[in-house]
């Protein structure tokens, strides 16, 4: 199985100057659309019982990574440094917006479920980078114990500047949007969203038709790996919650928001050299490239899945902490 995925990382993309424009321009309208919907109004009411928000954010910033971290490590006979890295950096990610979709769907906690992708989104220009440079640097130092692996130094501060650049100027212009235009917010606030997930299945389709039978002969690994890391992920949103003693409405909101991330930031980051130049990576990191845009299309169908499962079940009649 390793030596299968080891084909993967010979996977490069090179999208040239003008392709890394429109790559960045899509970045930055994605980043924008989700900012749209970072209002402080739906604060207000969870940060009356912040109990329940402060642990989905621990969940999504610590928990997540760290758990990441350990399965990447407990799969190491069977995965490449690159598979690994590709899941500790959608752990990094911020919650994905369809998650507050999910929620509701799941008549779980909404207010709860936007509240944590605001907070998270908003932070992801710098909790992003430091969470990927400190599990990928923990993870690279403790197989480099046990096996033969390239040196590897994961740059912080320049993916930091680069991020916080791309990401953050469209992140505070849709925060001003929303407050300073709303009727105009309203408007374009779900055809972004819409269109965002509508460019991102297309720049998987695009970056990878020339691959595509390289992803068909590895498919039955990746689909594997992401599920099984997809399924850990939701488990710690769900056992965070309940080890918490939170009500089942949040519960289920917390879920959902830890299992569903914002893997197409990651899969756009991996796409722009400057975040992850080729003479530091040896070139080669298409596993994960793989990794990443699987995960982005596989946690819709987790997510729905979970979120049909909890709907199917009547909550019993408790409050928000």
């Not at 993309?13 to 739906?42: E, P, Q, R, Y």
């Not at 039978?213 to 965070?240: D, P, R």
């Not at 080669?284 to 169908?301: D, K, P, R, S």
């Amino acid at each position: 199985m390793k030596e299968q995925l080891a084909g993967l990382d010979a996977l490069s993309i090179n999208f040239g100057s003008g392709g890394m424009m429109v790559v960045n321009i899509i970045l930055a309208f994605v980043m924008f659309g989700v900012a749209l919907g970072i209002k402080l109004d739906t604060f207000k009411d969870v940060l009356r019982h912040p109990k329940s928000l402060l642990i989905g954010i621990l969940l999504q910033w610590i928990a997540l990574p760290a758990v990441t971290f350990i399965l990447a490590v407990a799969l190491g006979r069977w995965i490449t440094p690159m598979i690994a890295l590709g899941m500790i950096l959608v752990a990094s990610c911020p919650g994905g917006n369809m998650s507050n979709f999910m929620s509701s769907f799941a008549k779980g906690n909404v207010e709860l479920s936007v509240s944590m992708t605001a907070l998270t989104t908003a932070f992801a220009p710098f909790i992003t980078p430091l969470n990927f440079f400190v599990w990928g640097t923990l993870y690279y130092k403790v197989i480099s114990i046990s096996g033969d692996v390239p040196t590897l130094v994961i740059p912080f501060l320049p993916m930091l500047s680069q991020i916080l650049l791309l990401l953050g100027i469209p992140i505070v212009l849709g925060m001003l949007c929303s407050k300073y235009l709303p009727k105009l917010t309203e408007k374009i606030a779900k055809p972004s969203q819409v269109i965002s997930i509508l460019l991102f299945m297309g720049m998987i389709v695009v970056s990878f038709s020339q691959n595509f039978t390289l992803f068909i002969e590895n498919i039955f690994y990746v689909f594997f790996i992401v599920l099984l890391h997809n399924a850990c992920a939701l488990m710690t949103g769900y056992m965070g919650g309940t080890l918490a003693k939170l009500p089942q409405k949040d519960r289920r909101s917390l879920t959902i928001e830890v299992g569903i991330q914002n893997s197409g930031l990651g899969l756009i980051l991996l796409f722009n050299p400057k975040i992850f130049p080729p003479e530091i990576w040896h070139g080669f990191y298409g596993g994960m490239l793989f990794i990443t845009a699987w995960w982005g299309i596989w946690h819709i169908i987790s997510g729905l899945t979970v979120a049909t499962i909890f709907r199917r079940h009547e909550l019993q009649g408790e409050k928000s902490v």
